[in-house]
């Protein structure tokens, strides 16, 4: 079959991220991610004997029209579109300007949004056929068959008597079988590393995460048992990039990249023993790190962490259901920096719960912190979470405009902090934490390149853009 994956346009102008609970737009890092599921799971098919064409329409510049031409010309029997809460009834649109004009072609959403909400979904437009709950790969291999939609674990879909939903797919087991992403589909230079500037992918290194923060809602894209790509498995890819795609700086793409302490180190070592002269980043939970093993990943070639801190104050950390301390994070940080690795810090503010005391306690909790960079995020009801139930139990959103449902903007209003003072606090912020003179010189000193200059520049134009 002919088969085409689609990362539809911007949606209202916002280039959007879309892999799996990575909702933000391109304004947050200055760049957009590589598509990576879409990218997976066309090496998946393409593996089966299928052929394939990937259309990433972001990096491509293509309108909605555009994108419905291609996909007319190309003519495929399947088309898998990627999709976020921010940009979902873009991503619908997307889907029903191809389906119709192909008619014939069996049309599937993938993403978060539409494995929580299926029958919202759907709702949005009649002209697409199918939804699968949850990571894409077998479930396309099963749509590119004859087998009808009825016989497909996994997937939601239309029928003349309404949405039918078929029982739960189980997670991928063993997922050293899926084959390295067919990154020769893509234009990989025009994914750009946030404070680097130079080209980069994503590198899968598990699925899943046991814990419980409230906010989160990967469990319903990877489910909650952890599962890990070998570490030689991790470094082969690698490689291949490397040799194939002249690739020298990655993201390593997990939850927490740290879940499994050995799993991690072994990862590191195995990079070391290969000399491989690249460059990763990577994210993990402030508990989950201790000084051998980021001096590890220093010497494997990691130059940025990224923590999840998400508030300074431990009262809003318990309500989140974070599990880590105050403690922790400033342990972390400090043997971060003696690895000689750069901190990026995430915080969020407008918790449910919190305080404005609580959010300035945030802010100037980040401050103190020493951080090389910071994000500040509103707190998203994303669907799929235990905080969008919570939101729609007791009340509390403000908005039905999926397209706020993102992190410049507050839609939760729980009686403590209005949404308006939540988004203004924001902007503070950014201006008391980089408009800092120690922090305005650590920040020239860590972007070494021209590339990283520039994306500095892109960055400061879009804070001033909605930070007045």
């Not at 199918?130 to 879909?157: K, Y």
């Not at 739960?168 to 750009?192: M, N």
């Not at 070998?230 to 795609?245: F, N």
């Not at 910071?374 to 397209?403: E, I, K, M, N």
């Amino acid at each position: 079959m002919r088969a085409l994956l689609v990362n539809p346009p911007p949606y209202r102008g916002v280039a959007q991220v879309r892999e799996g609970r990575c909702m933000q737009r391109r304004g947050a890092w200055t760049s957009v991610w590589p598509p990576l599921s879409l990218a997976l799971t066309a090496a998946v098919l393409r593996r089966a004997g299928h052929q394939v064409r990937l259309i990433d329409a972001i990096t491509a510049n293509l309108s909605l029209e555009q994108l419905a031409a291609e996909a007319d010309g190309y003519g495929p029997g399947l088309c898998i579109v990627n999709t976020a809460t921010p940009s979902i009834d873009g991503d619908v649109a997307a889907a029903a300007a191809i389906k119709g004009r192909i008619p014939s072609c069996r049309t599937a959403l993938i993403g978060i949004h539409p494995a929580a909400l299926p029958d919202e979904t759907f709702a949005l437009s009649p002209l697409f056929d199918a939804i699968v709950r949850g990571e894409p790969e077998a479930a396309a291999l099963d749509l590119a068959s004859a087998q009808p939609l009825a016989s497909i674990p996994g997937i939601s879909f239309r029928t003349a008597r309404g949405i039918r939903h078929n029982p739960d797919r189980a997670p991928i087991a063993g997922l050293d079988r899926l084959p390295f992403p067919a990154w020769d589909l893509i234009d990989i230079g025009g994914h750009r590393m946030p404070l680097s500037g130079e080209p980069f992918l994503l590198v899968p290194t598990g699925r899943g995460c046991p814990r419980h923060c409230r906010f989160c809602a990967d469990h319903a894209y990877y489910g909650r048992r952890l599962r890990l790509f070998t570490p030689e498995r991790i470094v082969d890819e690698i490689e291949h990039d490397l040799t194939a795609h002249g690739v020298r700086q990655f993201l390593f793409w997990a939850e927490s990249f740290t879940l499994n302490r050995q799993h991690a180190l072994t990862t590191a070592e195995e990079l070391i023993r290969r000399r491989l002269s690249v460059g990763w980043v990577c994210n993990s939970r402030v508990d989950q790190v201790d000084p051998e093993l980021l001096a590890a990943f220093r010497r494997a070639g990691c130059w940025m962490i990224g923590y999840g801190f998400e508030s300074g104050s431990q009262r809003v950390l318990d309500l989140m259901g974070k599990g880590t301390t105050l403690a922790q994070a400033e342990l972390a940080v400090d043997w971060a920096h003696r690895a000689g690795l750069q901190v990026t810090g995430h915080l969020m503010l407008g918790y449910p719960g919190e305080t404005e005391q609580d959010i300035r306690q945030t802010i100037n909790f980040a401050k103190g912190l020493r951080l090389d960079f910071a994000q500040f995020y509103a707190a998203v009801p994303f669907p799929g979470s235990d905080l969008y139930r919570q939101a729609v139990t007791h009340g509390w959103l403000t908005c039905s405009d999926w397209s706020r449902f993102e992190q410049n903007y507050s839609v939760l209003n729980a009686g403590q902090v209005l949404p308006s003072a939540v988004e203004r606090l924001r902007r503070q912020a950014y201006r008391s934490f980089y408009l800092r003179p120690s922090q305005i010189i650590r920040t020239v000193r860590n972007l070494r390149t021209t590339g990283a200059r520039r994306q500095a520049l892109a960055a400061a134009l879009d804070f001033g853009s909605w930070a007045r």
